[in-house]
């Protein structure tokens, strides 16, 4: 995280799976970089974000299931809110290994992430970056890159 952090003077975020919502479990932040919504411990919605979305697209489908029937709430003009939309961006978070979200938690908020896996490959964390750039997209190597080392270091054999 500290190297990602580094290397992109932006907001580095660890999330795991709470129950319905991704919980930030650690974060290294940038002075001057985009305010982001919630800290170390704070919550944030398995729809809206990018962490929340790895984490969602390697759920279960129970989850996702009981997700959309609770109604995805628009945060942004830009927040999946359709079912369908959400299941598109969840199969192209599993095609590329990395979620993209643009302005869908905050405006002017931009995060890419990746998942972290344990020994056995399951996804047990996403890592994020967070920054006000339209252009992070393009981090998406670094990011997925740093998720594979702290997956390594969790005993992690196989590719995420």
Do not use: K
């Not at 932040?29 to 969602?56: D, F, K, Y």
């Not at 489908?61 to 709430?73: H, I, K, M, N, S």
């Not at 970056?129 to 890159?145: C, E, K, N, Q, Y």
Request: hydrophobic share 45%.
């Amino acid at each position: 995280m500290e190297d990602l952090h580094a290397a992109t003077q932006q907001h580095v975020q660890l999330a795991v799976l709470d129950g319905t919502d991704a919980l930030v479990v650690e974060r290294i932040s940038a002075a001057g970089a985009v305010p982001v919504v919630s800290g170390v411990g704070g919550r944030l919605p398995l729809h809206a974000s990018a962490v929340g979305q790895v984490l969602l697209a390697h759920a279960g489908e129970e989850l996702f299931t009981g997700l959309v029937r609770d109604g995805l709430t628009g945060l942004t003009p830009r927040t999946i809110t359709d079912p369908a939309a959400l299941r598109v961006a969840l199969a192209e978070c599993r095609r590329t290994g990395a979620a993209i979200v643009r302005e869908e938690m905050s405006p002017d908020a931009y995060s890419v992430a990746a998942p972290v896996t344990d020994s056995t490959g399951r996804v047990v964390a996403a890592l994020s970056v967070v920054g006000a750039d339209a252009r992070t997209h393009l981090l998406v190597p670094a990011v997925v890159l740093a998720g594979r080392g702290i997956s390594r270091g969790l005993g992690s054999g196989t590719e995420t």
